[in-house]
């Protein structure tokens, strides 16, 4: 079975910095990878998916930019950060059998 | 447009006794797939089950059971015998072909169980 990592774990940045949260994949090859977001309360938000190499699909216009370097490696970027990117950063992992298994997630508060 | 509701925002209960949690959704797709999530404190989810649209048998898996039905749309998940460590946020989930689709989510449950 697949491991995923998500770093960091917890991260404070202030509006207007940079971020990338990176996302690895152990235990599989060539998978389907997903981020999502959560807000406060509310449900998940898909918005980047990946089905390979340099291959991203957009789910949501924002100021937000994902990347796959590598087979197993997914990167969640911004240039600027505004206060409503604050949330809880979910990596997820699909394969041929439907379910996606997720990371353990990053917790990112804008200030 | 597919769409998963979850009407119950939270349910609070007292150990030992049975919840279940309601999932309705909108397809116009024949094949199809749901699924529960859990996401306990620490944030993680936790996939518990998948279901496919031809297969509406119920499952049972120790204290959780699945009851889907495709003719109002619902598949619900009880758990029987509830206990403390079965607080956390329930998630319910849809998605359409092709396989490797994004998941579509409804807004999640908060289960709180006290003892």
């Known amino acids: 079975s697949q491991t995923i990592h998500q770093w960091p774990a917890t991260l404070v940045q202030p509006v207007g910095s940079p971020l990338s949260l990176e996302c690895t994949v152990e235990?599989?090859?060539?998978?389907?990878l997903y981020w999502y977001r959560q807000a406060a309360g509310r449900g998940l938000q898909l918005l980047f998916y990946s089905v390979g190499i340099g291959q991203i699909s957009s789910e949501v216009p924002q100021n937000l930019s994902a990347s796959r370097p590598q087979d197993r490696q997914f990167i969640l970027s911004s240039k600027k950060l505004l206060l409503s990117d604050s949330g809880f950063y979910l990596c997820?992992?699909?394969?041929?059998?439907?379910?996606?298994?997720f990371g353990p997630g990053t917790r990112l508060t804008v200030t | 447009a597919q769409k998963v509701t979850q009407a119950q925002t939270e349910i609070s209960v007292v150990e030992k006794e049975d919840v279940t949690l309601d999932c309705v959704y909108e397809t116009r797709d024949t094949t199809y797939y749901l699924f529960w999530y859990k996401q306990p404190p620490s944030g993680e989810l936790v996939f518990l089950i998948r279901?496919?649209?031809?297969?509406?048998q119920n499952e049972i898996s120790g204290r959780y059971s699945w009851n889907f039905q495709k003719s109002t749309s619902s598949f619900n998940f009880t758990i029987t015998a509830s206990q403390v460590v079965d607080s956390a946020v329930y998630f319910c989930?849809?998605?359409?072909?092709?396989?490797?689709?994004?998941?579509?989510f409804g807004k999640g449950t908060t289960l709180s169980v006290s003892s």
């Open positions: 989930a849809l998605s359409e072909l092709p396989a490797g689709t994004a998941l579509i």
């Open positions: 997820a992992v699909g394969e041929q059998s439907y379910e996606q298994y």
């Open positions: 279901r496919n649209s031809f297969d509406e």
């Open positions: 235990g599989t090859s060539n998978p389907n």
